[in-house]
């Protein structure tokens, strides 16, 4: 199996294509691309957490929210950072995606949902922002932001 940065390569230069103000359309464009049911998902969730697993992947932590950076967009084939988080009911700190967010989604125990969304793509726009949040059970969430944008608080 390939490694979760190469496997996630191919999202990258897919999300660095994106309109990410209309929502709707670049979720499409992904679940088109990128089927939840499809291979390519597949093979990025079993490595994702065969990396949780094993200490690789989250493997920093505060207030109850874990964490790790994948990739910086410098070593991104489409320029986003990419990153990981792993979930339950512990927010996690307010910040605005200045150029946008996109989040793949894995339930992991419960009913958990992301910002009110089951599993699934999700696209935030460029000024969004929030305190993400999980509810109703565990969840692991890789995120892109395109460039590494964002502002903290």
């Known amino acids: 199996m390939p490694d ?5 390569a191919p999202v990258s230069c897919k999300v660095a294509t994106l309109d990410l103000t209309d929502t709707d359309a670049a979720e499409t464009a992904l679940a088109e ?4 049911d499809g291979e390519t998902v597949r093979d990025i969730e079993i490595a ?3 990396g949780l697993a094993g200490g690789t992947l989250c493997d920093r932590e505060n ?6 950076r994948i990739a910086k967009p410098d070593a991104d084939p489409g320029g986003c950072s990419i990153d990981a988080v792993y979930m339950a009911d512990s927010p996690g700190p307010i910040h605005t995606h200045t150029k946008g967010e996109v989040c793949l989604c894995f339930a992991d125990g419960g009913e958990p949902a992301f910002e009110g969304r089951r599993e699934t793509w999700m ?11 999980v509810t109703e059970g ?12 964002v502002a903290w608080k």
């Not at 691309?33 to 939840?36: D, E, L, M, S, V």
């Open 138 to 149: 565990k969840m692991l969430i890789i995120y892109w932001w395109p460039d590494g944008a």
């Open 48 to 50: 994702a957490r065969a």
């Open 4 to 8: 979760l940065k190469s496997l996630l």
């Open 33 to 36: 691309a990128f089927p939840a």
């Open 63 to 68: 207030a109850g929210v874990r964490f790790s």
């Open 123 to 133: 696209v935030l726009p460029p000024g969004s922002r929030h305190a993400p949040t």
